[in-house]
Nanobody, 124 residues
């Protein structure tokens, strides 16, 4: 049974930091592209950061320089270190796994699996 379980969300003041984790099981983690997405009320879901199977990382412009995606392949766990948070970062954060892609944009990956999400709330 495939599972992606996010944790680490919470409430933080602007300027603070959080580290999200996503524990994966039930599929060949090391062969999948992994990513973090977020969605806030009334807005479309957006890709935040992704990591390819070769370790290459990509970020949305809005989080470049503040967020870092990483993974521990031995533990099948994905991380998102979020620094210098601001109120615009408030959202539900989801991790996702893709087995294939047709390009390098978030929308060009075939996201097969999704987690249930973890809420991040940043107050001013």
């Amino acid at each position: 049974q495939v599972q992606l379980v996010e944790s680490g969300g919470g409430s933080v003041q602007a300027g603070g930091s959080l580290r999200l984790s996503c524990a994966a099981s039930g599929f060949g983690y090391s062969r999948y592209y992994m990513a973090w997405f977020r969605q806030s009320p009334g807005k479309a879901r957006e890709g935040v950061a992704l990591i390819d199977t070769d370790g290459t990382t990509r970020y949305a412009d809005s989080v470049k320089g503040r967020f870092t995606i990483s993974e521990d392949n031995a533990k099948n766990t994905l991380f998102l270190q979020m620094n210098t948070l601001n109120t615009e970062d408030t959202a539900m954060y989801y991790c996702a796994a893709a087995h294939s892609r047709s390009g390098f944009d978030f929308a060009q990956y075939n996201w097969n699996y999704w987690g249930q999400g973890t809420q991040v709330t940043v107050s001013s």
